[in-house]
């Protein structure tokens, strides 16, 4: 039997996860709050106190981290990259895009509605700077 692949792929929509490590529980909030908060993810989930182990500047280095997993629609890489780099104190913060093919397909779509840029709600003015309207004549 042939299997009939929809348009946004066997599973729903596909979805981008952003992987990316911070020093401290704080700038890991910063992150998660900045990304949600702008409708830059869905989501981020936060594993606190991993044990790192890696090589930098000419040495070894073993560190504790919190490593963040950030859900968001695949067209916000830039802005989600962008944002990670600004508030993360690391010199070459770690920031990976893995593409998902295959998620739930109700999953996927709320993570893309969820993390799709919406236009700010347009401010009513206030009495006292609302222009005054012309009478009819």
Same mark, same amino acid.
């Given at each position: 039997?042939? /299997?009939?692949? #929809? %348009?946004?792929?066997?599973?729903? +929509? #596909? ?6 490590? !911070? ?14 908060? #702008?409708?830059?993810? &869905?989501?981020?989930? =936060?594993?606190? /106190?991993?044990?790192?182990?890696? *090589?930098?500047?000419? %040495? ?8 963040? *997993?950030? $859900? ?7 802005? !989600?990259?962008?944002?990670?780099? $600004? ?7 770690? =920031? ?6 295959? &998620? ?7 993570? !893309?509605?969820?993390?799709? &840029? /919406?236009? +700010?709600? #347009?401010? $009513?003015?206030? +009495?006292?700077? &609302?222009?005054? /309207?012309? %009478? +009819?004549?």
């Amino acid at each position: 039997m042939k /299997r009939v692949l #929809r %348009k946004e792929g066997a599973a729903g +929509p #596909r979805v981008l996860v952003v992987v990316t490590t !911070v020093g401290t529980e704080e700038q890991a909030l910063d992150i998660a709050h900045d990304l949600v908060g #702008r409708h830059l993810a &869905a989501c981020v989930n =936060i594993v606190p /106190r991993i044990r790192s182990v890696f *090589f930098f500047k000419g %040495k070894v280095n073993d560190d504790t981290e919190w490593m963040l *997993f950030v $859900k968001t629609a695949p067209g916000n890489f830039e802005k !989600v990259r962008e944002a990670v780099r $600004k508030l993360n104190a690391y010199e070459l913060p770690e =920031i990976l895009g893995l593409d998902v093919p295959h &998620a739930d397909a109700l999953f996927a779509r709320w993570v !893309v509605d969820s993390s799709t &840029a /919406r236009k +700010p709600a #347009r401010p $009513k003015p206030s +009495p006292k700077t &609302a222009k005054p /309207r012309k %009478k +009819p004549v």
